[in-house]
């Protein structure tokens, strides 16, 4: 770190403390000797990469360990994002973070780490060192906490890559270079980040997110507690805001070392999902609906694509979610089939019962005491979950008070209470299949703003 640190005292430019930092970093670089990335190298890989990349069985397995910039994180977590950065004219990792920690909740902070991996093989440039420590300069704080780990791609790794290959789909050359620079960068990334936390979500370096994206996230993962599904989805463009169990990120892994050379990551992916789920003797309206089947679709999505400078040079990147602070009212919820009514005047046309059968929202103009929301099943329901979140964009500070509560009806008519909305205008409720008749969320003090609900998702018995 020793260059690094010369970079910084020599730019008279920069608006951070420079002696605290310096501090902070000589502090760092003890725990660095005591808890080395190479700790994970037995397991980072496994020996069959050699099998890919014959050349490597000569490398120090620990030159092919993550450079960390900052302590690796020892405490296992709920949940890691995996964030690549590649250098570029415009760069938007700032812009990325400050989004990410600044709609992270107090409750989600303990549970979350962030891996920003440099996919870079030139350290040695002046850009680079320049975004590198402002990075570690401007999240000090989320570094010590144990929330953030910086990281680069070592240099070594970039040696395994060809330096040319035939091309597919019609492709470049360039754009093959740059599809298989990305393929493994996913590689190395993923097999770091799954050995962080619990589950594993891949982001990109230039997103931004909605308010509650950590929050809906985490409940997402307690709703589905114990569910069979291979992928929970949290937005729609490319690779964004796909997440997995860790331990189901080496099938993955393992699929982009054995296709890096023929297909961009998310068309690995797909193929990942169909192997998984669809039988050879299916048409292919089945193998749809089974590989569907194993998704967790999350609508409105969580993540916005805000670059507009592609990682590929000379490439203006225009993806944009189209649903990201909207409704849609295309795609159907899963939920039981049932009657739903309320008391509270709607926002039109966001009914409750439009956001309880689509991906959109309930959008009440009025919450009084006395009020509330009844969903009555058509048959009996074996419920193992709900969920509802209230104050999502584009509304967040519309949201049901904390004395707002949830009841369940059981086959005899009684009410019993399953929870109150959180602090932050959510509730989220596993339970172990007992069969009810409807689900009534009452209101019980007078709300001086709208509420807005989404993510009405109710997980049960088939």
Sequence with gaps: MEEHESAIKCNSQNEFNITTLLHRMESWKQNLSNHSAENFMP???????????????????????????????????????????????TNYIEETLASLFKHLTPSASDQVLFVVMFATPNTNTAAFKKLSYSLISNYANEIEEGLLEVAVIPSKWYESQPAFITPTFNDSSQRMQWRLKQNLDYFYLMNYGRQKAEYYMQLEDDVATTPKYAQTVLNYLQLKEGRPWFSMHFSTLGFIGKLFRSEDVKIITNAIL????????????????????????????????????????????????????????????????????????KMTRSNPPAKVTS????????????????????????????????????????????????GINPAPLDMFAHDTKLYAQGLDKREQLLGSFSSYGDIVVRMNGTAMTALILRIFSNHTRWVIVGHMEIDYEN
């Design 343 to 390: 008391s509270m005047p709607t926002y039109y046309p966001y009914t409750a019962e439009l956001g309880y059968q689509k991906f959109a929202f309930m959008w009440f103009t009025k919450a009084s005491t006395g009020d509330n929301v009844t969903i009555e099943f058509h048959n009996p329901v074996k419920v193992l979950g709900v969920q509802m979140i209230s």
């Design 43 to 89: 397991t980072l890989f496994g020996r069959g990469i050699f099998d890919f990349f014959p050349h490597l069985a000569s490398v120090n397995l620990t030159d092919l360990a993550p450079v960390m910039l900052t302590p690796t994180i020892q405490r296992w977590k709920r949940l890691v994002f995996g964030i690549p950065v590649v250098m570029r004219n």
């Design 258 to 329: 054995s296709y890096y050379k023929y297909k961009p990551v998310d068309w690995i992916f797909l193929d990942v999902e169909y192997s998984i789920t669809c039988s050879p003797e299916y048409r292919k309206e089945q193998c749809i609906r089974a590989r569907d089947a194993s998704r967790v679709m999350v609508s409105p999505p969580q993540f916005q694509h805000i670059g507009k400078l592609s990682s590929l040079g000379g490439k203006k990147q225009k993806l944009k979610e189209r649903f990201f602070d909207k409704s849609s009212q």
